[in-house]
């Protein structure tokens, strides 16, 4: 089962490769809850911003726990990163995977971060944080969380 699992992704990476670029690196920071910076083979520091999430604000409510949780399954590892785009800070906006497992995804799934509605279409996001909202997983613990691009406009 494994093998047949680890044949799909691979031809899935290949697939994809097609029409994204794919950079590899480890993980030398967690910034927050959805932005982590990766150290390519050439020593090259290259910031990411998780593509289709929003994590809480540093300090926002679940703002330390969100980045806790991106560092606790990905600090010190190397991972794979689908790039999707370049956002207006200079950021490569990506996918993350660590032994094949969509980290933007299991931050979703463990209630961490919102899908970023603005920015994401895919489906299996909006999924994960309907059923971590039904199981009052992380975030969803509150009654009325809320949303990082609100907050961030409510400080400002």
Not at 36 to 59: F, G, M, S
Not at 79 to 92: E, Q
Not at 111 to 125: D, H, I, L, P, S
């Amino acid at each position: 089962m494994n093998k047949i699992i680890s044949v799909a992704i691979f031809l899935l990476l290949l697939v994809v490769n097609l029409y994204a670029d794919i950079i590899s690196g480890k993980v030398i920071s967690v910034a927050d809850g959805d932005t982590v910076t990766i150290l390519l083979k050439n020593k090259e520091q290259v910031r990411i911003r998780v593509h289709c999430i929003d994590a809480p604000e540093k300090k926002q409510d679940f703002g330390q726990r969100s980045k806790q949780s991106l560092s606790d399954m990905i600090f010190g590892k190397d991972v794979d990163v689908i790039v999707k785009d370049k956002d207006r800070y200079g950021r490569l906006v990506g996918t993350i995977l660590f032994n094949s497992i969509n980290i933007n995804l299991e931050q979703v799934k463990k209630g961490m971060a919102w899908v970023y509605t603005r920015y994401c279409n895919e489906k299996e996001y909006y999924e994960a944080m309907e059923m971590a909202r039904i199981n009052k997983v992380g975030l969803w613990v509150d009654k009325k969380p809320i949303e990082p691009w609100l907050f961030r406009k409510m400080k400002k």
